[in-house]
């Protein structure tokens, strides 16, 4: 079992920078690949960024492709999402996601286990 909190949401004009944080517990936090989505009022669950158990590979979404990165920290059980150059199109709440199958995948149905997610607001 892995329990993931996010944290670091809020409210951001346009331009500005936030970053979201997730505590994972659990001693295999290790093994997992750790992704990032998010959704809007009205819309599907959407990808964002996602980072491999090693930190070797990382995937993002187009829309966020050098203005977010995302990182983690096995030592301390975290996986972060730095967010730059912020949209109003980025308003969303954040969920982080754990997933131990094989292969850094997008989608969300393979991620095992979720956060309760984060609300981030940019206004224009």
């Known amino acids: 079992q892995v329990q993931l909190v996010e944290s670091g949401g809020g409210l951001a004009q346009a331009g500005e920078s936030l970053r979201l944080s997730c505590a994972a517990s659990?001693?295999?936090?290790?093994?997992?690949?750790m992704g990032w989505f998010r959704q809007a009022p009205g819309k599907e669950r959407e990808f964002v960024a996602a980072?491999?158990?090693?930190?070797?590979?990382?995937h993002y979404t187009d829309s966020v492709k050098g203005r977010f990165t995302i990182s983690r920290d096995n030592a301390k059980n975290t996986v972060a999402l730095q967010m730059n150059s912020l949209k109003p199109e980025d308003t969303a709440v954040y969920y982080c996601?754990?997933?131990?199958?094989?292969?850094?995948?997008?989608?969300?149905?393979?991620?095992?286990?979720w956060g309760q997610g984060t609300q981030v607001t940019v206004s224009s």
């Open positions: 996601a754990a997933d131990g199958g094989l292969g850094l995948t997008r989608i969300p149905g393979n991620y095992d286990y």
């Open positions: 659990g001693r295999t936090f290790n093994l997992y690949d």
């Open positions: 980072i491999s158990w090693n930190s070797v590979t990382t």
